[in-house]
């Protein structure tokens, strides 16, 4: 049989939303139980494939003809749902690859997560999946929705609610209780769905594959992941891509802050750049919407569709508003997530003055005074969508949406057609405006929260077009350069570092050097990559005798803190003192591939946390952003007459280091420069102390 990478994403598509014929292994003659409702959802929501029921104990199972096995079916069934106990899963699916079935869904749970039994049981899905055309979905796997065929092949619960809402948006989701919630909250607020898939534990289809089979759907203008973790890296970002190409936004709500990974992390990169923050990062360079607020899932969806993955867009927001409580609270929200509301130019203040729009033009345009009128807020939305200091305009309606809904949420339907974002946030629970909005596709919210998330979620994605695609790699064990190596390793790179020279460790008297006092003295080993926690750093060095008593402290301290612990040279490098410090490190992700990071240096690093990541490699012009985004480096940003760093080198120095994501054959893991000093302007920067882990042989 064919391995399963040579089946096409249409087969998948096919297969897992479209099938014709459809077996239930394991399906119960109890509705109410979890192994009979896909019978019974199939069955009420019209769906005209072929259904088989599978129970070799009964004859008949909800009153239809049950069959003994799959090897019995009169043809090879599209898709399996196998619904039996655990102990009997990896037998069935066995069964279905040497039948030639082209995807089983498995509901049980108990494999990798339930310890060494569970995780060899998972081992032979996998083993399966590799060696034949079978695909799997699952293991944990609820189940897969298509409102659009009748196809309810789930045993969640939330399904025995008829009627699931049709739209436009595709769901897959880790956690299967989430595609029912997903569901049932979307009914609510009018929201429906393209389809919506429950993951599971991924031991072969992922959420990345299965929504890059989607792609060519007509029927998916968008999708929704619901992520526990980031699994299955590259999958996902070949994905995400993808869709940004075709125009069709990913919105994802991940959970997991885990600090887990940066405990056992080897470098200050690991430790600052956390699972989450790596999470972060990789979704937004894939141009993904992360939102924080489950709220806002529902919401979203139209103001992405506004504005393209692809487009270049400011941030600079307009508000118009019926209600001037209403507005601070949006206004507020925006201030929390670093988004301030853009007051309107003197021409465009003239021009809302010879329009005759009465009400008060400071940074909010407040029409509460003058009352709210359809004409009033249609010239104001037309005047403010029209004015180029203005990327998006925000309507912020009061009671009016609740009980006359022409007078100010009709003109904003009205003015939907402008090229520019218009977003509307209504204050009162006014479920006619909200459904008017939402059925003619404009960006409506019913929090200022959830508005001000959207919003932000919006405008934080970014289209790294450099960032490597290879594959993410694996977790390896790694081995240490010495300090002396990593700079050899920097001028490949053209990372600038301060000058070095190297003694064996018993010298007792070093020679002259080739750069002026005063000087520090490291011991320089690669079974020693942190040299301060042995006491394996002398600073201040004034003259030769010093350097001689350094000598004879490094080798008294290495005695002491690291008997055994083989290091033969001494590095001795001139002291430079910078205008400030910061760190660069890169480092292979399991899960997310090559990252680079900026942060505040030197002791700093890990006290503060104030940091910028981006998928690697990166351009000088991505490192510019990473710059404007660390907080510290304001300071010598030349503001307000304060002495300037040389930030275009740190820019350079920053995307140089990030090659390192296509420069295969330096075969690195992990490399941080910390501290970097950034130098007064023109004068560049200086690398003083490097670390690199390369794979262990």
């Given at each position: 049989?064919?391995?399963?990478?040579?089946?096409?994403?249409?087969?998948?598509?096919?297969?897992?939303?479209?099938?014709?014929?459809?077996?239930?292994?394991?399906?119960?003659?109890?509705?109410?139980?979890?192994?009979?409702?896909?019978?019974?959802?199939?069955?009420?929501?019209?769906?005209?494939?072929?259904?088989?029921?599978?129970?070799?104990?009964?004859?008949?199972?909800?009153?239809?003809?049950?069959?003994?096995?799959?090897?019995?079916?009169?043809?090879?069934?599209?898709?399996?749902?196998?619904?039996?106990?655990?102990?009997?899963?990896?037998?069935?699916?066995?069964?279905?690859?040497?039948?030639?079935?082209?995807?089983?869904?498995?509901?049980?749970?108990?494999?990798?997560?339930?310890?060494?039994?569970?995780?060899?049981?998972?081992?032979?899905?996998?083993?399966?999946?590799?060696?034949?055309?079978?695909?799997?979905?699952?293991?944990?796997?609820?189940?897969?929705?298509?409102?659009?065929?009748?196809?309810?092949?789930?045993?969640?619960?939330?399904?025995?609610?008829?009627?699931?809402?049709?739209?436009?948006?595709?769901?897959?989701?880790?956690?299967?209780?989430?595609?029912?919630?997903?569901?049932?909250?979307?009914?609510?607020?009018?929201?429906?769905?393209?389809?919506?898939?429950?993951?599971?534990?991924?031991?072969?289809?992922?959420?990345?594959?299965?929504?890059?089979?989607?792609?060519?759907?007509?029927?998916?203008?968008?999708?929704?992941?619901?992520?526990?973790?980031?699994?299955?890296?590259?999958?996902?970002?070949?994905?995400?891509?993808e869709a940004a190409k075709r125009g069709k936004p990913v919105i994802a709500y991940k959970l997991g802050r885990s600090s887990a990974a940066a405990e056992m992390a080897a470098t200050h990169t690991g430790a600052l750049a956390g699972e989450d923050d790596i999470a972060d990062a990789f979704l937004k360079d894939l141009s993904v919407v992360r939102v924080e607020m489950l709220e806002t899932l529902f919401e979203v969806f139209p103001l992405a569709k506004k504005v393209p993955a692809q487009q270049k867009t400011g941030k600079r927001v307009a508000v118009v508003t019926t209600t001037g409580g209403g507005a601070a609270m949006v206004v507020d929200q925006l201030g929390v997530r670093g988004i301030t509301v853009q007051p309107p130019s003197a021409e465009t203040i003239a021009k809302l003055q010879a329009a005759e729009i009465p009400g008060n033009a400071g940074r909010v345009l407040d029409l509460t005074l003058a009352g709210t009128k359809y004409e009033v807020m249609m010239k104001a939305l037309d005047i403010l969508l029209n004015a180029p200091e203005f990327d998006m305009v925000i309507a912020v309606v009061g009671s009016s949406a609740r009980f006359n809904p022409d007078l100010a949420v009709k003109p904003i339907m009205d003015s939907a057609g402008h090229s520019k974002p218009l977003v509307t946030m209504l204050v009162p629970d006014a479920p006619n405006a909200l459904a008017?909005?939402?059925?003619?596709?404009?960006?409506?919210?019913?929090?200022?929260?959830?508005?001000?998330?959207?919003?932000?979620?919006?405008?934080?994605?970014?289209?790294?077009?450099?960032?490597?695609?290879?594959?993410?790699?694996?977790?390896?064990?790694?081995?240490?350069?010495?300090?002396?190596?990593?700079?050899?390793?920097?001028?490949?790179?053209?990372?600038?570092?301060?000058?070095?020279?190297?003694?064996?460790?018993?010298?007792?008297?070093?020679?002259?050097?080739?750069?002026?006092?005063?000087?520090?003295?490291?011991?320089?080993?690669?079974?020693?990559?942190?040299?301060?926690?042995?006491?394996?750093?002398?600073?201040?060095?004034?003259?030769?005798?010093?350097?001689?008593?350094?000598?004879?402290?490094?080798?008294?301290?290495?005695?002491?803190?690291?008997?055994?612990?083989?290091?033969?040279?001494?590095?001795?490098?001139?002291?430079?003192?910078?205008?400030?410090?910061?760190?660069?490190?890169?480092?292979?992700?399991?899960?997310?591939?090559?990252?680079?990071?900026?942060?505040?240096?030197?002791?700093?690093?890990?006290?503060?946390?104030?940091?910028?990541?981006?998928?690697?490699?990166?351009?000088?012009?991505?490192?510019?952003?990473?710059?404007?985004?660390?907080?510290?480096?304001?300071?010598?940003?030349?503001?307000?007459?304060?002495?300037?760093?040389?930030?275009?080198?740190?820019?350079?120095?920053?995307?140089?280091?990030?090659?390192?994501?296509?420069?295969?054959?330096?075969?690195?893991?992990?490399?941080?420069?910390?501290?970097?000093?950034?130098?007064?302007?023109?004068?560049?920067?200086?690398?003083?102390?490097?670390?690199?882990?390369?794979?262990?042989?």
């Amino acid at each position: 049989m064919p391995n399963n990478t040579e089946t096409s994403s249409s087969e998948i598509c096919q297969a897992l939303l479209y099938p014709k014929s459809i077996a239930l292994v394991g399906a119960s003659d109890d509705a109410k139980k979890t192994g009979g409702r896909p019978q019974q959802f199939l069955r009420r929501s019209g769906y005209q494939g072929t259904v088989y029921p599978i129970n070799p104990r009964r004859a008949e199972v909800q009153g239809e003809k049950a069959w003994p096995s799959l090897t019995a079916l009169p043809e090879v069934p599209e898709h399996v749902f196998v619904l039996s106990p655990t102990d009997t899963v990896v037998d069935t699916v066995k069964e279905c690859a040497q039948l030639g079935v082209k995807l089983v869904t498995i509901l049980a749970s108990g494999f990798s997560e339930s310890g060494p039994e569970g995780v060899e049981r998972e081992n032979q899905l996998r083993a399966i999946a590799e060696s034949s055309g079978l695909r799997i979905l699952g293991p944990s796997s609820l189940g897969v929705v298509n409102p659009n065929n009748g196809l309810v092949l789930t045993a969640n619960a939330a399904f025995a609610e008829p009627d699931v809402p049709k739209g436009k948006v595709f769901v897959a989701s880790h956690s299967g209780s989430m595609i029912g919630a997903l569901v049932s909250r979307g009914k609510a607020r009018g929201v429906g769905f393209a389809g919506l898939v429950s993951v599971g534990s991924e031991v072969d289809l992922s959420v990345g594959e299965i929504c890059a089979a989607t792609l060519d759907d007509p029927s998916i203008e968008g999708y929704v992941l619901f992520l526990e973790s980031l699994r299955h890296g590259d999958q996902l970002q070949a994905f995400a891509r993808e869709a940004a190409k075709r125009g069709k936004p990913v919105i994802a709500y991940k959970l997991g802050r885990s600090s887990a990974a940066a405990e056992m992390a080897a470098t200050h990169t690991g430790a600052l750049a956390g699972e989450d923050d790596i999470a972060d990062a990789f979704l937004k360079d894939l141009s993904v919407v992360r939102v924080e607020m489950l709220e806002t899932l529902f919401e979203v969806f139209p103001l992405a569709k506004k504005v393209p993955a692809q487009q270049k867009t400011g941030k600079r927001v307009a508000v118009v508003t019926t209600t001037g409580g209403g507005a601070a609270m949006v206004v507020d929200q925006l201030g929390v997530r670093g988004i301030t509301v853009q007051p309107p130019s003197a021409e465009t203040i003239a021009k809302l003055q010879a329009a005759e729009i009465p009400g008060n033009a400071g940074r909010v345009l407040d029409l509460t005074l003058a009352g709210t009128k359809y004409e009033v807020m249609m010239k104001a939305l037309d005047i403010l969508l029209n004015a180029p200091e203005f990327d998006m305009v925000i309507a912020v309606v009061g009671s009016s949406a609740r009980f006359n809904p022409d007078l100010a949420v009709k003109p904003i339907m009205d003015s939907a057609g402008h090229s520019k974002p218009l977003v509307t946030m209504l204050v009162p629970d006014a479920p006619n405006a909200l459904a008017q909005l939402t059925q003619a596709d404009i960006p409506c919210f019913r929090t200022p929260e959830s508005c001000a998330d959207a919003i932000a979620a919006v405008f934080a994605r970014r289209t790294q077009a450099q960032a490597a695609t290879v594959p993410a790699s694996k977790a390896a064990a790694t081995r240490a350069l010495s300090e002396a190596q990593a700079y050899e390793l920097l001028d490949v790179l053209q990372v600038p570092h301060a000058a070095s020279v190297t003694f064996p460790l018993n010298t007792e008297q070093p020679a002259t050097l080739p750069f002026d006092f005063p000087v520090v003295a490291k011991v320089c080993s690669e079974h020693i990559p942190h040299k301060t926690e042995v006491g394996g750093v002398v600073l201040g060095i004034r003259n030769q005798e010093e350097l001689a008593a350094a000598f004879a402290t490094l080798r008294s301290n290495l005695q002491a803190r690291a008997p055994g612990v083989p290091c033969d040279q001494v590095l001795v490098q001139p002291m430079r003192k910078g205008l400030t410090e910061v760190l660069v490190g890169y480092r292979i992700d399991p899960d997310a591939g090559p990252i680079i990071m900026l942060a505040a240096g030197g002791i700093w690093a890990e006290v503060m946390r104030d940091r910028s990541i981006r998928l690697a490699p990166v351009s000088v012009e991505t490192a510019k952003e990473m710059i404007a985004e660390v907080k510290m480096l304001q300071t010598v940003a030349g503001l307000r007459g304060k002495a300037k760093g040389d930030l275009d080198a740190l820019a350079v120095t920053i995307s140089n280091l990030s090659q390192l994501a296509v420069r295969n054959e330096l075969n690195v893991a992990e490399a941080e420069v910390n501290p970097l000093m950034v130098m007064h302007e023109g004068e560049g920067v200086l690398a003083v102390d490097a670390l690199v882990m390369q794979p262990a042989a």
